[in-house]
């Protein structure tokens, strides 16, 4: 009987990717992927380091896991990914129960690690950075129809609160050519919804080619065919060219929405980030692309309590996000992270008053979705099916408007009986607790 082997991936889908790379190995190896991983002999913790809150998701994994290798119930635990990568030593340290500890320059030695673990020899192992496999045979553990398509790795933004060069190293683009191979894979696998990642998408290709080549390659993978909607994320606001904006305007299967993470609007909050901008080149920005690329959809997250904001800082935080009433917002108190220069600045703001600004900046963004939501009644929606709710006894998915895991779903009755993956027309037939709710229309 094959040993079985199942993976927790924690984060970002950068991370995921990671993980599905990693997957590829063990499953070529010999073992058996087992999809719930408290039933697998092996348990493999791909973990997230980069804010205190998904440092505690992780720890939390990684002690259940362990617990249920004390109980006799898995064999072996390793740990991976962001949390592994940062602390290193001290993971090891503080969890002795882990079999193995691997940074992400080690992924590639995962296959060596479950077989040590088996034989009862710990493994701890931190390759350069610069060794993460950024290509080859994957495992989807997306739902099938949608896959996410890493394009570089690492980051040279150097924001001041972020943690993210440490653990990750400098920013490193793909060869265009082996990503267009990797897309019409995961085409001929069946993949219709292509979501593009890397910590700085627009950053793409200056380090290969000299310039940016985001705009470029985009053009590229809408010629492969498969593909219905080309999603971009992490896109940041100040790389934001004409050329893109045309490319996404143009391209009929680049969905008309847009990741652009802000973090804060004031001038000198982004100055102290280490960020370009201020309120007037994101108002512009905001402006422009809504005017070049009608309907488009604008994701953004913003950061409270970063050191030194004061309560007018704020406040212009919220006007602005009330003024533009942006589609999508995700919001989260400061952090502040160890090794970071903001970690450091004198004139940090006390937990509780980040926490009451990210609660009311929360509640501010829900009315506004709640109002933007309201106002589909009565229109028709294209919607990708992701599964069926037994309790409500309908289907629900997501339209272009909304990216896979992180905005919402549309709910829907259908008269047919639908499979995983199809796109329907949806009519929203009325709003409920802010979700749409409709019929599928054939």
């Given at each position: ?194 979501v593009v990642v890397a910590q700085d998408t627009t950053r793409y290709g200056e380090d290969l080619y000299g310039k940016p080549a985001l705009a470029k390659l985009l053009e590229e993978l809408c010629r492969i065919d498969g593909f219905r909607w080309i999603r971009v994320l992490y896109a940041y606001p100040h790389r934001i060219t004409d050329e893109l904006i045309d490319v996404i305007a143009r391209e009929e299967k680049i969905c008309k929405y847009l990741d652009l993470p802000m973090q804060h609007v004031n001038g000198e909050i982004l100055r102290r980030m280490n960020r370009p901008g201020d309120e007037q080149t994101l108002s512009e920005l905001v402006e422009k692309l809504r005017q070049r690329v009608p309907g488009i959809v604008l994701r953004t997250t913003f950061m409270t309590g970063f050191p030194g904001e004061t ?132």
């Open positions: 009987m094959a040993i079985k082997v199942g993976m927790v991936s924690l984060g970002c889908p950068k991370n995921q990717v990671d993980a599905e790379l990693m997957m590829a190995d063990i499953r070529k190896a010999g073992y058996e992927l087992c999809e719930d991983a408290a039933l697998a002999d092996v348990a493999v913790i791909n973990t997230c380091g980069f804010i205190e809150s998904a440092k505690a998701e992780s720890i939390e994994f990684i002690l259940e896991f362990t617990t249920l290798k004390e109980e006799g119930r898995i064999k072996a635990v390793i740990i991976t990914g962001c949390l592994a990568e940062r602390y290193r030593e001290e993971v090891a340290r503080e969890i002795p129960e882990a079999d193995a500890v691997l940074g992400i320059g080690s992924n590639k030695d995962i296959v060596a690690a479950i077989e040590k673990a088996l034989a009862g020899e710990k493994t701890l192992s931190f390759g350069p950075k610069e060794d993460l496999p950024l290509s080859g045979d994957r495992i989807l553990s997306t739902i099938p129809f949608y896959a996410y398509l890493k394009i570089a790795e690492g980051c040279d933004n150097r924001c001041s609160y972020c943690a993210i060069p440490g653990i990750r190293g400098g920013f490193r683009s793909r060869p265009m050519e082996d990503v267009l191979k990797e897309a019409a894979t995961l085409a001929e696998w069946g993949v219709e919804e292509l309560e007018e800082q704020f406040e212009q935080l919220c006007a602005f996000v009330a003024k533009h009433k942006l589609e999508r917002v995700g919001c989260f108190a400061y952090s502040a992270e160890e090794d970071t220069p903001a970690a450091e600045f004198p004139d940090q703001v006390e937990e509780e008053v980040k926490a009451r600004r990210c609660e009311l900046l929360y509640q501010l963004c829900e009315e506004m979705m709640q109002e933007k939501n309201a106002a589909l009644e009565g229109q028709t929606l294209l919607c990708v099916t992701e599964g069926f709710d037994r309790y409500a006894e309908c289907y629900f998915g997501r339209s272009a408007a909304d990216a896979p895991d992180i905005d919402g779903k549309v709910f829907f009755k259908s008269s047919q009986k639908l499979r995983l993956g199809q796109f329907v027309s949806v009519l929203v037939d009325e709003v409920v607790d802010g979700e749409p709710f409709g019929t599928a229309i054939f």
